[in-house]
């Protein structure tokens, strides 16, 4: 049976920065879907692109960075697929679609609400913007929604300030707004990495929550393999602004293919796995994006690299099904047999 | 709100004790009391002085007692009959000398001050949103000329194309001479505040609850007046209190030039005739004025911010 159309689709979307010292290329050639319903957990270390990927979809990447080609399929069910990429980030169409059909969660819950208004009024902004509803209409389905993302005395809460509640609070009231409209596709960009594990858990855990009662697809970024693990459906595995290996969750755990997913799955603590045994890293830092290696862009830190192969041509895409890819030379059989005449 | 706005009267009370003892010091400052030198210049000019009369004048200012004695009495003095004591060059009482001319004074102070807020604020507001674009560098530049050139070459220069130029003569009180001398003031507090609202705002716009409205859909426009420019106008309120004392110093200069009845020409010549009763008088009132100008300021940044209102930080 073939797959729906996925409800997002990127297809080799490139966004750069063009500052004063050359071009970061922050997103170069990034490819992945999320699939209506599902979760999608996008992983790599801090300055991957991860984040820069997630904001192109919503065209909110600050200036100087642009997007300087790909597309970023949008399709409504009974609607015309929109190319996202093609919109101005400041025109009518694009601020339709933010809020009111893909919604975004940000790092910093604290400081992405404005402490100079009140939290009832920053939701019913959101509720208004998309909604033909009067300001009571509205303020009632602000307390609903407060009420839903977990707030206890969410009437009350309306008149609070940002200020006034915790980091897991403002991250709930985040997540109340994002669903203002109720959204087809929910943007969480690293939406627990500054809280405290508790409340990490609960935040996890009302995401996965909401996600089943409103069928909303989710588009996770986060560097933390132990959430990925909790609620991805699908994985990406982002390295240097590229995708570097695509899966589901099960298939990424267990059967990695590629260098960086399985060094990434061996620099996890593991409960009894030794005491006094070293934990495995990664060798090396993640280069600038400035200064891309040639070839593959891992290969410096990769333990498998093949001289003459990994530092010399990009490595392959390979596909071995639907949602199941991986950029790696070690996966091609051409090349593996290139490579090991050059060993020979 | 009320208790805070209670607490910061309450602060006020030590800042004005201490400016009216400074004030106090000024006046005692020059060798010998007023009373001697008074005595030598009508006694130079041929004039008869009444023994009775000096002791009565010494016994109002306690010329004889301690320092803190003296200053009792000369703050009793004010607070309660509301007399700041004898000008002795114009022989009348400071108060109805300075009521004479603080009105004007004031107004010119507080129409400085509003015509550097309206001329401030879009620029300000332009060169952020619009960095670095031709708008941006001229105002910037602008700015800077105008932080650069000081207030009596403006006023100078004003007044001699009003002349030259118009044919209007521009001395003494007339709208003409008034409104210079407000685009004068107005000028110099604008570069600077053109620069903190700039600043601020670059911050402000790349806030995360900046992003954050942006990915709820708000327009662009709606977005900047509604939060950076929000967040921005905290500094822009606290200018009061630092641009309140320039304007009040640059006021001296300006309406001695522009011949304006002020209370600065009057403090200048105070000052040069050793007039200190009036000299003192006129800096406790100035002082008083900017800590109330500065108090006003913190109450409608309270106003303005929950965050100082609510007591956080």
Redesign the interface.
Known sequence: MPREDPLLEISDLRTHFFTREGTVRAVDGVSLTVPRGKTVCVVGESGCGKSVTARSVLGLVDEPGRIVSGEIWWRRRGQEPVNLAQLGPRSEEMRRVRGGEISMVFQEPMASLSPMYTIGDQLVEAIRMHLPLTQEQARERATDLLRRAGIPRAEERLDAYSFQLSGGMCQRVMIAIALAADPALLIADEPTTALDVTTQARIIDLLRDLQAETGMSVLFITHDLGVVAEIADEVVVMYLGTVVERGGVDEIFHDPKHPYTNALLGSIPRMGAGAGRRLATIRGNVPHPSDRPAGCPFHPRCDAAIGGVCDVSDPPHIVFGEARSVRCVLHDDVHRSSAAEVRA | MLTYIGRRCLYMVPTLFAISVVAFAIIQLPPGDFLTSWVTRMESEGEKVDPAMLEGLRERYALGDPFYVQYGKWISGILFHGDFGESFEFGRSVTSLVLDRLPWSIGLTVFALIFTWVVAFPIGLYSAVRQYSIGDYLATTIGFLGLAIPNFMLALAMMYIAYRVFGLSTSGISPLTIGIAIVVLGTAGTAGTIRILRANLLDEL????V??????????RALVV??PV??ALNPFVSTIGWVLPGLVGGEVIVAQVLNLPTTGPLLFSALRTQDMYLAGSIILIISVLTVIGTLLSDILLAWL???VR?G?R
């Open positions: 790349k806030k995360p609850y992003v954050a409205a942006r990915a709820r859909g708000v327009s662009e509604k939060y929000r967040m911010d929950p965050r609510l956080y």
